[in-house]
């Protein structure tokens, strides 16, 4: 299994700045996520964080808002850019178990509240 | 596209009461199956899955879920709740070889003592 650690665990912005999010694993693993928690919704996948190359955004995601970075295959980060009160959210890192798509092991999340 | 659905939000059960939370998925094709948990303080870890075989399928601490395909169905049990199965349950979904899994919007269990 594989451990996954996320900073900061929780923070207090202003409207119009911008948050980065680290997030780094135990060991090497292939894929790496970004998803998000708003409140009272389900998670949903932002973008997958590719080694070396430009991420891949969901639909209603783009890279302008959601600049990720993975420079080696145990550490990513997810900055949130300009944000407003609808950024508002718990936003989750994960990582792929095993060969099966859906086997996931997620980081403790960090939840980001836009006054 | 596809979506989950998880029609109780919040549920509140005594020890020992069996449990049942309902999942419905909508997608025509063939799909992968979860059950995701997470207890209070804790990060959201897999509970159990569903691949092929075997519609019934068992987790961790006596969690199991049957797979009805012409329901579009995941259903999770357990049938002798514990305080410590506090939590709040995720249904998801994907199919095979992608990456995207699709969640459903939860429900928190509480078991009281």
């Known amino acids: 299994s594989a451990v996954i650690s996320q900073k900061p665990s929780r923070d207090i912005c202003q409207r119009g700045t911008s948050l980065t999010i680290q997030c780094q694993v135990d060991?090497?693993?292939?894929?790496m996520f970004w998803y998000r928690q708003q409140p009272g919704q389900s998670l949903t996948l932002i973008a997958t964080?590719?080694?070396?190359?430009?991420?891949?955004?969901e639909s209603g995601f783009v890279i302008d808002k959601f600049p990720i970075s993975r420079p080696n295959l145990t550490f990513s980060t997810l900055t949130v850019s300009n944000m407003s009160p609808e950024d508002s959210s718990i936003y989750l890192c994960?990582?792929?178990?095993?060969?099966?798509?859906?086997?996931?092991?997620f980081g403790e999340g960090s939840r980001l509240t836009v006054l | 596209a596809q979506s989950v659905s998880q029609h109780n939000h919040h549920v509140i059960l005594s020890e020992a009461a069996s449990l049942e939370l309902g999942c419905n998925y909508s997608?025509?094709?063939?799909?992968?199956l979860f059950w995701y948990v997470q207890y209070p303080g804790q990060h959201l870890q897999l509970l159990l899955k569903?691949?092929?075989?075997?519609?019934l399928v068992k987790g961790i601490k006596g969690f199991e879920a049957e797979f009805i395909k012409s329901k579009f169905s995941f259903n999770l049990r357990k049938p002798s709740v514990q305080w410590s199965d506090t939590a709040e349950y995720f249904c998801?979904?994907?199919?095979?070889?992608?990456?995207?899994?699709?969640f459903g919007t939860g429900t928190r269990l509480t078991v009281i003592p």
């Open positions: 994960s990582a792929k178990s095993g060969v099966r798509s859906g086997e996931l092991f």
């Open positions: 060991s090497q693993v292939t894929m």
């Open positions: 964080a590719n080694q070396g190359s430009e991420a891949t955004y």
């Open positions: 997608y025509g094709g063939t799909v992968n």
């Open positions: 569903y691949f092929s075989g075997d519609p």
């Open positions: 998801a979904v994907t199919t095979t070889g992608a990456n995207n899994l699709f």
